[in-house]
């Protein structure tokens, strides 16, 4: 069964480049890393997804090693807006067919001014 | 505003009882999710189905049970609750039919409440 590992929390202040690590066994080799946020009574909401190798978008970036066996969510010069529950999300190989998925703990990561 | 309802936003009920949780999905989304989130369990996925087809499942209970009818509206059923049931469910949909290929966009989420 895949597993998931994040740090419970992490401090930051504004400004700074925050870097946040799942790591991640036995995930289906086929298919994608997506990590989302979420806001205090709020659904999750989608930041990025990678397959392998480096992916950026406008307001985060995602490093995937070869092994897959761990990403790296990157969110460049952080503000207070930023303060949230950040998940990764990947999908079990072993169900057979499609995929059960599997969310991270979540990494509470709260930004100071 | 993601596109996805849910109803209702709170539910209160009794152990023993049996309640019905309703999503309804992003227009022109085929895929709907369920996860159920607790205080010390996270985020847990239940089940998923593709245009009214069960495709994943997850920890979900036997007491539990969900179907996707063919306007592609989604209801999720909880019978014989226990005080443990109480959570926040989510919803959520995706244009495809593979949880971490596809956005999944996310409803608020019903609170329940079992007393």
């Known amino acids: 069964l895949a597993k998931t590992t994040q740090p419970i929390s992490m401090d930051s202040y504004e400004g700074q480049e925050v870097n946040i690590t799942c790591s991640h066994n036995n995930i289906a080799t086929n298919d994608y890393i997506t990590w989302y946020q979420q806001f205090p009574s709020q659904g999750p909401r989608f930041i990025i997804q990678?397959?392998?190798t480096k992916v950026t978008n406008e307001v985060a970036s995602l490093f995937i090693p070869a092994d897959r066996k761990s990403s790296t969510l990157s969110l460049p010069r952080v503000s207070l807006s930023d303060t949230a529950v950040y998940y990764c999300l990947v999908a079990d190989p072993f169900w057979g067919g499609y995929n059960k998925l599997i969310f991270g703990a979540g990494t509470r990561l709260a930004v100071h001014p | 505003d993601s596109g996805v309802t849910q109803t209702p936003k709170h539910l209160i009920t009794a152990t023993g009882q049996r309640v019905t949780l309703r999503c309804s999905p992003r227009?022109?989304?085929?895929?709907v999710y369920w996860y159920q989130q607790s205080l010390d369990q996270g985020l847990q996925f239940l089940i998923q189905y593709y245009n009214g087809e069960e495709r994943a499942k997850g920890n979900i209970l036997e007491r539990f049970s969900a179907q996707q009818f063919p306007d592609l509206h989604s209801e999720l059923n909880l019978s014989s609750l226990e005080l443990g049931d109480s959570a926040l469910y989510f919803c959520?949909?995706?244009?495809?039919?593979?949880?971490?290929?596809?956005?999944?966009?996310f409803g608020p989420g019903t609170r329940l409440t079992v007393t």
């Open positions: 227009s022109g989304d085929l895929s």
């Open positions: 959520a949909s995706s244009v495809g039919d593979r949880g971490v290929a596809y956005e999944q966009y």
């Open positions: 990678g397959y392998k």
